[in-house]
């Protein structure tokens, strides 16, 4: 084990394994980085109108102009619950998918090595319902059926991202696969969130809101994670999802290609609310490959 040098003191990395990314406790909950491996996308896409020359020294392209991605789901025990934020690209993408993106389909591994049965999640979140948040909410059998990977959860999702993926709109149907939540929907499995503000508290599980950053879709939550430590100091944490998908993205005139409102996106990484929690707490980047969690300061 090893400390990640740009995330401070609570931090710890298990590069033996890398399965299990990070570590650390926030308050009285336990905060788990889990993965499903990593995967690659286009460069272009990841990095929209930022010319190659620049983002190329944050990431470096291969000979198709793929970068690699990690894809990290972030596991809080609060003590009396086991909350899943994410469940990774899965095991249901189809062939040439797979064969572009390379996406590795180890989230059920990394759980395993971090100790945390699929049984024993009570919640997952989704942040929005792309591909690569909700893959393993389902699992794909070898008979073709399609069942909840975590029979025990209640999931939570935005209802607006329902009916967007619904649409299967030419620009991002290849995103929004139904096999991925509408099995959910169908047995009552998943909770559909209409907040356009911070959900409370009793609506997901105590410590636990969601927050809504218009951009990278219309409905995108970042989920705030909250704790009292035995001091009494209340410590905060937020994971903020596609709305800033990588380290290479802080700079918040670096928005990427996924972005259906390019000025909302602005708006959001560089607004008030995302200022906020840059102020307040730690933050955790969903694509990251190294420094999982950042410090707000
Ligand atoms: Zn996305």
């Known amino acids: 084990m090893n400390r990640d040098s740009g995330a401070g003191q609570h931090i710890e990395l298990d590069p033996a394994s890398g399965l299990v990314r990070a570590r650390m406790h ?21 990095f929209g109108v930022v010319p190659k020359p620049l983002w190329e020294r944050r990431a470096a392209a291969d000979d198709q102009n793929r970068i ?7 596991v809080v025990r609060t003590g009396k619950q086991t909350v899943l934020i994410e469940t990774g690209v899965g095991n249901k993408q189809p062939a040439k998918m797979r064969e572009i993106q390379c996406n590795q389909e180890l989230l059920p591994q990394s759980l395993a090595a971090a100790g945390i049965r699929q049984e024993e999640v009570d919640v997952v979140i989704n942040t929005h319902l ?12 070898g008979d073709g ?21 619904r649409l ?16 959910l929907i169908e047995s009552g499995q998943i909770t559909l969130l209409d907040t356009e503000g911070i959900e409370a508290d009793p609506a997901i599980c105590p410590g636990i809101s969601v927050e809504l950053f218009p951009g990278h879709t219309a409905q995108l939550m970042a989920v705030h994670i909250e704790s009292k430590s035995a001091g009494g100091v209340v410590q905060h944490a937020c994971y903020i999802s596609d709305l800033i998908p990588t380290s290479a993205h802080l700079d918040p005139t670096w928005v990427w290609g996924m972005t259906s409102i390019r000025w909302s996106a602005l708006r959001s990484a560089s607004g008030s609310t995302a200022a906020r929690f840059r102020r307040t707490g730690w933050f955790c980047l969903r694509t990251i490959m190294s420094g999982l969690w950042l410090a707000s300061d």
């Open 26 to 46: 926030l308050g009285d909950f336990e905060l788990t980085v889990c993965t499903d491996g990593t995967y690659k996308l286009d460069g272009g896409v990841m």
């Open 168 to 183: 299967q709109l030419d620009r991002d149907r290849v995103s929004y696969l139904a096999p991925n939540y509408e099995p």
């Open 130 to 141: 792309h591909f690569d948040h909700c893959g393993w909410n389902t699992t794909l059998h």
């Open 68 to 74: 690699l991605l990690g894809l990290n789901t972030v």
């Open 145 to 165: 059926s399609v069942t909840p990977t975590f029979q025990n959860a209640r999931y939570f999702a935005h209802r607006g991202e329902v009916e967007h993926g």
